[in-house]
């Protein structure tokens, strides 16, 4: 079992990434945890893992109420979110309740918004079961619903206060999710660390047989990146935007082509393509180092190429309206290098317009 601490002062909190800590992580849960829970997942993780993560709750002294949700991006709404509300205030649940969210990353960035605004703010613990959650969106309090207009546009920071990753859980999980997930790690190594992203390189054929080492030493790191990052900036003024290489070009094709149609991470890996080649045309990056990142994406079955009948005229409104834009002028992370990244402001509709030549 590792640990690893998200250092934010006061709301610093854990996070343990290892091996069966859904039978057996009893020790690793605070005992200041809230006596009563309301322990949320979905339709399909449910029946998988509910009754684990209940016993586990149960053997920590908590009271344990559930509320199983529509599984889906598509359910990431605020229709969705008042089902949440609704139960806890039918169950007459407090401010010293907590929102445990059991599931993927549109559980827990759900889970985590109703957490934050449900009585202005309840405790939150997060337990992710996909490669995706467990690298990424479980760690550093960012939560959202969609709105038909733009992806994760509503939402809050509030950071759990703890995150307990089984690696098991990730078993269960089907191939094409996997794939996704490692868009996010391998995300990690272009942005932040060229050396991670020759491990990468190196250990691809264990990740694609899902050997549990190197998942594990993949996970370990991109929480270590991801709580260095959110220790420095909590609220995305700056360092932070780094995370979101791709995220402009995969939000506007999620939103573009209906939530759930492309997955997260099949989105951000065709968007990391389309900033290396935005990067190339800077002369930041060779040919060569483009084809590094390409190469490693599709190695996971990643989509390199925007949905054929995506141009600039589908794009442009969906980067316009991104949370990163400043006075109507799109922000985009590109990659400087492998392993480097830096936030652009001064690219040019004609230099955009290029990428979809
Ligand atoms: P997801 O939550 O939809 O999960 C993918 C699918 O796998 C779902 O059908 C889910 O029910 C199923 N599933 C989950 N765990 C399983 C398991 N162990 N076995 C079998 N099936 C399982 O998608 P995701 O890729 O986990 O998360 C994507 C979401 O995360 C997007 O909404 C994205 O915006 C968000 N996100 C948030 C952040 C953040 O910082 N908050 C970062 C990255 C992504
Ligand atoms: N996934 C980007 C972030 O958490 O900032």
């Known amino acids: 079992m590792e640990r690893i601490d998200v250092q934010l002062g006061q709301r610093s909190y854990p996070i343990f990434?290892?091996?069966g800590l859904l039978s057996c992580g009893d020790s690793l849960i605070n005992t200041s945890l809230p006596r009563r829970v309301l322990l949320i997942s979905n339709d399909v993780v449910a029946p998988l893992y509910l009754d684990a993560a209940t016993a586990l709750l149960q053997r920590c002294g908590c009271q344990v109420d559930h509320c199983v949700l529509p599984d889906g991006e598509q359910h990431k709404t605020l229709d969705t979110l008042n089902l949440i509300y609704t139960k806890a205030l039918q169950l007459s649940l407090g401010r010293d309740c907590a929102f445990v969210a059991l599931g993927g990353g549109v559980i827990g960035d759900m889970v985590g918004y109703a957490a934050a605004s449900y009585q202005r703010g309840?405790?939150?613990?997060?337990?992710?079961t996909t490669l995706l959650a467990q690298v990424d969106s479980s760690v550093g309090g960012k939560t959202a619903v969609n709105h038909p207009l733009g992806k994760n546009m509503i939402g809050a920071f509030h950071q759990p206060s703890l995150v307990l990753m089984d690696i098991d859980t990730l078993n269960t999980l089907p191939a094409r999710e996997f794939s996704a997930g490692m868009a996010e790690v391998i995300k990690y190594g272009i942005l932040w660390d060229?050396?991670?992203?020759?491990?990468l390189e190196r250990h691809r054929g264990a990740l694609l047989a899902h050997d549990g080492d190197?998942?594990?030493?993949?996970?370990?790191?991109?929480c270590q990146i991801k709580a260095e990052v959110v220790a420095e900036d909590e609220t995305e003024r700056g360092v932070r935007a780094l995370l979101n290489l791709g995220h402009t070009f995969g939000h506007a094709i999620e939103a573009e082509q209906g939530y759930g149609s492309w997955l997260h991470g099949e989105a951000v890996a065709t968007g990391m393509v389309l900033a290396a080649k935005l990067a190339q045309q800077l002369q930041w990056l060779?040919?060569?180092q483009?084809?590094?990142?390409?190469?490693?994406?599709?190695?996971?079955?990643?989509?390199l190429n925007p949905p054929p009948e995506m141009g600039l005229t589908q794009f442009l409104p969906h980067m316009q309206r991104d949370k990163?834009?400043?006075n109507g002028q799109i922000r985009l992370i590109l990659p400087t290098a492998i392993g480097h990244s830096k936030v652009v402001s001064d690219v040019s509709t004609d230099q955009l317009a290029q990428l979809f030549v």
């Open 324 to 326: 990163k834009a400043q």
């Open 122 to 128: 309840v405790a939150f613990i997060q337990i992710p």
């Open 290 to 303: 483009v084809a590094r990142i390409e190469s490693l994406l599709a190695c996971f079955g990643l989509p």
């Open 17 to 19: 990434i290892g091996s």
């Open 214 to 222: 190197a998942i594990s030493c993949a996970i370990q790191r991109c």
């Open 286 to 288: 060779d040919g060569a």
């Open 194 to 199: 060229a050396d991670f992203f020759c491990w």
